[in-house]
Structure formats: C-alpha cells, structure tokens
C-alpha cells in the first residue's frame, strides 16, 4: 500500500491531530509522584507492542514509551471510552468525502486465530483439532478498507456474525446527504449459505450474492474475494494479532480496533 516505514511504532504528526481530540481527560493526581507518561509516547508503545508482537513487562525502557503496565493501562482505558471506534468513523468519513470508499460491494470473511483458553471469546477450534482460539470477522468494502470487525470464539459458526457486523457498520457521513451505512451488494462464501441469513439481508435493502453449497466451482466470487483475503493478511501483520495471548476479550478487541484504524489510516494517506 505504501513504503514501509522502519519505525511504524512512531505516530505521525498526522495521525496524532487525528487522535488527540478523542482521547478522554485523565483524571486529576490525588497524590503527589512521579509525572505523568505523555499519552502520545504511551501511544507509541501500543503500537510497538501491536507490531512486534512482544510481551508487555519486556516493553525495551531505553525506548521512553513508559512501563508495559502503563501502556496496557492506557490501552485499556482508550478502548473503553471508544477512541478506536470514533477514529474509525472519523477516517471513513475522510475517505467517503474524497469518494474513496466503494460501497457498491462489500465483502465479509473470517480469520481464525489461534490462542490460550480465556474467556468467552475463545473456544475449541473445529479445524484445529480443537485447539483454543478466536475469530476475526471481516467485512470491507470494495476497494478492501475494513468497515467493521469483530472477534468470536473458535467454535461459533460463521454466519452468526454476518448480521452483527452489518450493524456495527457506522455511519459515514462526508457528502451533501443523509449519511450512509450500508453497501449495495453484499458478497459471501457457500458458509453463509443460508436462506433465511438472505432473507435477512434483504431487509436490510442489501443485496446479498452468496455462493451455494455442492454447485460446481464458477460463482464467480473469486475475483472479488482477494479483496477481503488481502485486508486479513494486513490485519494479520501485526503480530500481536496472529496469535492470541490475551485473557482478557477486551484488550484484544482493543487491539483489533486499533489495527483497523491504522489500516484505513493508511488508505486515507494515499487516497485523500
């Protein structure tokens, strides 16, 4: 998509006027100590947390992004309050203002990932010999900018998160109009092969192109389905997401979250 950065870890001057506003304001010291780690440097240590994949307690001081605990608890308490979703909607709605985002397709796809038994969103794998780990389900539009992602367990069926996702799609706005939510066709293997999952898509005024199981191969979903494979290859760049090691849901959720706003990030440096 771009030439690679050395140092992705480092947050731009304008991603950072992106995200600053958003951040909540940190509650006032009730006791004297040590100052506080700036939120931008903390940020910095998510981030290469994110790609490197590394453990939190052996985040490299010498960096000055503060302590791993210090960046959990900062990551923690941004996914909280929403900082990734409002991002997310903030960078769609600067790509849907420059007519960057195709919504004449969208196109929906998991990606299990493998993990340690943890909470809920984590399960036995039925094509893993039953190993634990989670899901990540995908839905992008056209040109393969992500809209909305979410994170199951193991063993939940696929096409229980075609629905959800298509309501967590937020609203875009950017354009003179009303602003926009959902794509015009939605595209999806023989797994959500499921009349009544068509029926419900429909009522959503999407049109859904879904292959059917025992038809011969010529659906002609392939050409299009690169897309979604391609956005899951850079989700799955950053290492910290190809392997589970969080026990708590939400911390990877906070993770997967910021992926997808580094990944549009990226879509709006070169479309916009």
């Known amino acids: 998509m771009a030439k690679r950065n050395s140092r992705p870890w480092i947050v731009?001057?304008?991603?950072?006027?992106l995200i600053e506003p958003l951040l909540p304001v940190p509650a006032p010291k009730l006791v004297p100590g040590?100052?506080?780690v700036p939120d931008r440097q903390a940020l910095c240590g998510i981030l290469f947390v994110l790609h490197t994949g590394i453990q939190w307690e052996y985040l490299p001081q010498?960096?000055?992004?503060?302590?791993?605990?210090?960046?959990?608890?900062r990551l923690a308490a941004w996914n909280e309050a929403g900082v990734w979703d409002r991002l997310h909607a903030v960078l769609l709605t600067k790509l849907r203002s420059a007519r960057q985002l195709d919504w004449s397709r969208a196109g929906k796809r998991l990606q299990p990932c493998p993990g340690r038994p943890t909470r809920p969103k984590s399960g036995p794998?039925?094509?893993d010999r039953a190993r634990p780990g989670s899901k990540h389900h995908v839905l992008v539009d056209g040109r393969g900018v992500p809209l909305a992602v979410s994170l199951t367990g193991g063993n939940r069926n696929d096409v229980t998160q075609l629905l959800p996702l298509l309501a967590k799609i937020p609203s875009v706005a950017g354009l003179v109009g009303r602003p926009r939510r959902r794509p015009d066709t939605l595209l999806a293997d023989c797994g959500y092969d499921h009349d009544k999952y068509r029926r419900l898509v429909w009522a959503r005024g999407i049109k859904?192109?879904?292959?059917?199981?025992?038809?011969?191969?010529?659906?002609?979903?392939?050409v299009h389905r690169w897309v979604?494979?391609?956005?899951?290859a850079w989700l799955h760049g950053f290492r910290r997401l190809r392997v589970r090691w969080e026990r708590r849901d939400d911390i990877h959720e906070a993770f997967l979250g910021l992926a997808t706003c580094l990944i549009t990030h990226r879509h709006v440096q070169r479309l916009c």
């Open 228 to 232: 979604v494979e391609r956005t899951i």
């Open 34 to 36: 040590r100052p506080r």
């Open 12 to 17: 731009s001057d304008e991603l950072w006027l």
């Open 62 to 73: 010498e960096l000055g992004f503060g302590s791993g605990m210090t960046c959990w608890r």
């Open 125 to 127: 794998s039925p094509v």
């Open 208 to 222: 859904p192109v879904i292959a059917r199981r025992g038809v011969p191969h010529g659906s002609g979903l392939g």
